[in-house]
């Protein structure tokens, strides 16, 4: 019986080696697939995440309006990253009082989550320029994450456009 190495070892050592490459190292190709070049409906399918919904057609959020969202006193919670307010609300235990995350809650995290911090300076400041590429890809990450998760209620912006109603931050509570 042999010791050494024969030519089936080599050939099963060169099958993993090329799956290892396959599966964990190789990047996905950037090239459209065959069924996108030839129009076919499945490049047409429903999104796959919330984070692939368009969400032009939702409500415009300020940063003003946005903090009522704060799942205090039963509110929704509603998390700002990239222009985009999702509902996390059905993640109160991360983000609603007490979670980890609760500074997030009702406000714009889109540099928060390119610093990967919780600090308050970093929230509300949807302006993402100056933040390295490690930076963004930490806020693109965060943000599909939260797009996996939660689904997509409105847009943020600066001032609203004129056929927006008023948000329910105007309310008043009773003593």
Not at 13 to 20: D, R, S
Not at 126 to 150: C, H, Q, V
Request: hydrophobic share 35%; charged share 25%; aromatic share 10%.
């Amino acid at each position: 019986m042999a010791t050494g190495f024969g030519l089936d070892d080599i050939i099963v050592l060169a099958l993993a080696a090329a799956a290892i490459w396959y599966f964990f190292i190789r990047k996905p190709s950037s090239k459209p697939s065959a069924a996108e070049e030839a129009g076919s409906s499945e490049s047409n399918s429903a999104p796959r995440s919330y984070a692939e919904i368009p969400c032009s057609n939702l409500r415009e959020f300020t940063l003003e309006e946005l903090r009522y969202y704060d799942g205090k006193e039963g509110r929704p919670i509603y998390i700002a990253i990239c222009n985009r307010v999702v509902d996390a609300s059905s993640g109160a235990h991360l983000y609603g009082p007490g979670g980890q995350y609760e500074n997030f809650a009702g406000r714009d995290i889109s540099r928060a989550a390119g610093k990967f911090s919780t600090e308050l300076k970093y929230l509300d400041d949807p302006d993402i320029s100056g933040l390295s590429s490690a930076e963004i890809d930490s806020m693109r990450t965060f943000y599909n994450m939260l797009g996996s998760k939660y689904p997509p209620v409105g847009r943020l912006v600066k001032t609203k456009s004129k056929d927006q109603v008023a948000a329910p931050a105007a309310q008043t509570k009773s003593d």
